[in-house]
Structures are given as structure tokens and as C-alpha cells.
């Protein structure tokens, strides 16, 4: 692990380009994370927040360049993890201190971390609303790998998850947890995108109520599903993350338009919404207009 490849190019200032600068970011990360319980001289340090995500290989909001750690001692604040690289690789930990009880913690791939429960905690505790509700139903799609032909079936697999994870939360000792209990009241399985996530947390911040994600739709010749459906406003709704259409792949492209003709004459309203408008709050809260005013709720100050 010591004269790996990632190890070295972690060392250098400059990431060389990468197909994937996600995936390279994030095995960079899992390298410094194993390196660092390497060489850690307390046994009780345990690997947490997005780190410990990323250590899960959950796809999460943006890869962190401060690796988090729980350590169940006094030290808080930001250190530097030095001497183990080179001084132009250093890079930061952040360790952290909340209550948590004993079965919090456990072993995966032989390095301390938490348990499922806990780290969907300790994801939902974070400040921004936005990357804590996409880690953690980020984390929520690893875990439980929903199916949405078996929609009560995962359903029921993540109503099992959410009790385990509560009645951790009850066990905790930390000032966010009403934070906790509010966000753990907005997720579910069914984003399957961080993007989707994304603009979920836009929806609730801009006053409209939670959608039916991953509506099940009937074509005159296939069953499709439809990223976001409000019957309220019988709109439904479709992240666009352009991954589709980056082929060039011209039968795809006539198949998504087939897709939208037929879904444009079922529902009062369609639209598409792109990363760029999903976090656009002014894109966002023009959906409002398309609401009855009674289904609709001041944008909440906190989520």
C-alpha cells in the first residue's frame, strides 16, 4: 500500500487528468483513509462522515479533500496529518467529537468506521441540506439497491432501516439531532441520482409538496417511470443530467422524444429540469405558479 500508484500520485500537487475525476477523487481519498488508520496510534479512531461513505464507495455530493474521523477523546478542531506524504501533499483531518453509543461502530474492509444507522446520522447532522439528504440517499441506494418493481418491498426494507436508525438517534448526544429527526422525515430510497436529490431539497425549498418519485406511467407499447410526479399540479417532472444524450446516439434521442410526446398529452404539465436550473432558486420557485394555492407552503427558513 506504501509505493502504491494512487498513494504516489496522492503526494503529488497536481492530479494528472483522469477519464473519471470523480472516481480517481474518491480512490484517492480511500487510499488516504487507509493510510491514516495505518498509522494511527489510537485504537479508538474511527473513520466518519463522508469519509466514511466514500470508504462504502457511495457515490456522495463532492468528494472531500479532509478525511473526517471520530475519535472518542478530547481532540476537536482541524489538524494536519503531516510527514506522511511529502509537504506538497499534505493534507487535512478533521476530527471530530459527538456522543455516540459502542453500537455505532464496526469494522468493514478491516478499517473502524460506522454502522450503516450511525453514518446515515452523522450525513443528515452536516449543515448543508442540499449534500447532507443526497449522501445520505445516496448511501440509502447502496445499501438498499431498490427496486422500483418491488416498490413495497423496499419500501418496507427502508421503513426497517428507519426505526434501527432512530432508535440510534435516541442513543446520541449531540445539539443537531432535532436537525436529524426533520431530514430523516425527507428521504427516501427512490432518488436515484444525486441530481434527483438535488432537486428534491429544491422542491422543499421553495414551499411545494414532496413528489411521488419514480411514478410508474403506461405507454401504448412499455411501462416507463417518470422521475418526479406532483398531483397536485399534474405535472410530472424529469431530471436531465445529459448523460443520455452525450452518445450522439441518434435512436436514443428519437426514443426520448417518443417518451416525452406520449408523457406531454397524460399530464396537464411536463418539464425537464437541468443542474444548472435544479439549483437555480429562482428556476425552482416558478413551479410554483403551476400549484393550486392551497397545496403550496411558505419556504421553510431550515430543513
Not at 155 to 184: G, M, S
Amino acid at each position: 500500500m506504501e509505493n502504491s500508484p494512487l498513494l504516489r500520485i496522492s503526494r503529488c500537487a497536481y492530479v494528472p487528468t483522469h477519464p473519471d475525476q470523480y472516481v480517481l477523487a474518491r480512490e484517492i481519498h480511500r487510499a488516504k483513509i487507509s493510510d491514516i488508520i495505518t498509522h494511527t496510534t489510537n485504537p479508538n479512531t474511527y473513520i466518519t462522515g463522508v469519509s466514511a461513505a466514500v470508504l462504502r464507495n457511495v457515490p456522495v455530493y463532492s468528494v472531500p479533500k479532509t478525511v473526517s474521523l471520530h475519535l472518542n477523546g478530547t481532540t476537536r478542531g482541524t489538524r494536519k496529518h503531516g510527514q506522511i506524504y511529502s509537504t506538497n501533499g499534505q493534507y487535512d483531518v478533521r476530527y471530530h467529537r459527538y456522543i455516540l453509543p459502542h453500537s455505532a461502530f464496526e469494522i468493514y474492509e478491516g478499517v473502524p468506521t460506522l454502522t450503516i444507522p450511525a453514518l446515515l446520522i452523522v450525513l443528515l447532522k452536516e449543515t448543508n441540506v442540499t449534500s447532507a439528504i443526497a449522501n445520505a440517499e445516496s448511501l440509502l441506494r447502496v445499501v438498499l439497491k431498490p427496486d422500483a418493481r418491488q416498490r413495497d418491498l423496499y419500501n418496507a426494507k427502508f421503513a426497517v432501516l428507519l426505526k434501527e436508525t432512530k432508535d440510534l438517534l435516541t442513543q446520541c448526544n449531540f445539539r443537531a439531532k432535532p436537525r436529524v429527526y426533520r431530514r430523516l422525515e425527507l428521504i427516501s430510497p427512490w432518488s436515484e441520482s444525486i441530481g434527483e436529490s438535488v432537486c428534491k431539497v429544491a422542491f422543499l425549498k421553495a414551499g411545494l409538496p414532496l413528489p411521488i418519485q419514480q411514478f410508474e406511467v403506461r405507454l401504448p407499447n412499455q411501462t416507463v417511470r417518470v422521475d418526479f410526479y406532483f398531483p397536485e399540479a399534474d405535472l410530472f417532472l424529469e431530471f436531465d443530467g445529459n448523460i443520455k444524450y452525450q452518445s450522439g446516439n441518434a435512436e436514443i434521442l428519437i426514443k426520448e422524444k417518443q417518451r416525452e410526446d406520449y408523457l406531454r398529452q397524460i399530464a396537464k404539465h411536463f418539464m425537464r429540469l437541468n443542474w444548472q436550473q435544479a439549483n437555480s432558486t429562482s428556476a425552482v420557485h416558478n413551479l410554483r405558479f403551476l400549484f393550486p394555492r392551497d397545496t403550496l407552503k411558505v419556504p421553510p427558513r431550515r430543513l
